[in-house]
């Protein structure tokens, strides 16, 4: 797999079942509305962030790639360097 340079949270898709949370709690937390949220250094954000931008200082990009396929609604998206997105599979 290609290395993960940015990610995003759809929240129109998400319904809060928080996994992504369990498996990666330094990259994702909820917010006031039960959504799933990104852990960036300027605060939490669901629009497409780089990951060097997240708050975390080593980014496991299995882990990510974990936390993602866990969603059961699919509303994390993973892009690669290139901008492809790498998850979900389109």
Same mark, same amino acid.
Do not use: H, W
């Given at each position: 797999?290609?290395?993960?340079?940015?990610?995003?949270?759809?929240?129109?898709?998400?319904?809060?079942?928080?996994?992504?949370?369990?498996?990666?709690?330094?990259?994702?937390?909820?917010?006031?509305?039960?959504?799933?949220? #990104? $852990?960036?250094? =300027?605060? *939490? !954000?669901?629009?497409?962030?780089?990951?060097? @931008?997240? %708050?975390?200082?080593?980014?496991?990009?299995?882990?990510?790639? #974990? $936390?993602?396929? =866990?969603? *059961? !609604?699919?509303?994390?998206?993973?892009?690669? @360097?290139? %901008?492809?997105?790498?998850?979900?599979?389109?």
């Amino acid at each position: 797999m290609a290395k993960i340079t940015k990610l995003k949270v759809d929240r129109a898709l998400c319904i809060g079942a928080a996994s992504c949370v369990a498996i990666y709690p330094d990259v994702f937390s909820l917010d006031a509305e039960n959504k799933a949220v #990104l $852990a960036k250094k =300027s605060g *939490p !954000t669901s629009d497409l962030t780089e990951v060097t @931008e997240l %708050g975390v200082a080593n980014i496991d990009d299995g882990t990510l790639l #974990l $936390a993602a396929q =866990s969603c *059961p !609604t699919k509303a994390i998206f993973l892009y690669d @360097e290139t %901008g492809k997105q790498v998850y979900p599979e389109i």
